[in-house]
Nanobody
């Protein structure tokens, strides 16, 4: 299993970024996926998840600003981030559910594989 994030960068508050996570080594379409983030000195935080059937769930802190999506033909997970705030600054990680057809999940223990992360920095 390999998960490779890209698309991070530095933006000003109010700006947008789109993160991508290229997946390989397993049946992408059958697995729930998620995005997590971790800021310096803070614990890893769940951001959003998408189930194999396309259902989504979001943390309250990003609801209405972030959108998770998946392209099963390209084995790629996306995170569209709009109206970014300085508090969104963190390393962002994509993660794969431990087993297929898990449904919507958000607890780190239910994810079995993680990418290396991509840094997002939002300046005020």
């Amino acid at each position: 299993v390999q998960l490779v994030e890209s698309g991070g960068g530095s933006v000003q508050a109010g700006g947008s970024l789109r993160l991508s996570c290229a997946a390989s080594g397993y049946t992408f379409s059958s697995h729930s996926m998620g995005w997590f983030r971790q800021a310096p000195g803070k614990e890893r935080e769940w951001v959003t998840s998408i189930a194999a059937d396309g259902r989504t769930s979001y943390a309250d802190s990003v609801k209405g600003r972030f959108t998770i999506s998946r392209d099963n033909a390209k084995n790629t997970l996306y995170l569209q981030m709009n109206s970014l705030k300085p508090e969104d600054t963190a390393m962002y990680y994509c993660a794969k559910a431990k087993s297929p057809w898990f449904g919507l999940i958000y607890q780190p223990a239910n994810f079995g594989d993680w990418g290396q992360g991509t840094q997002v920095t939002v300046s005020s």
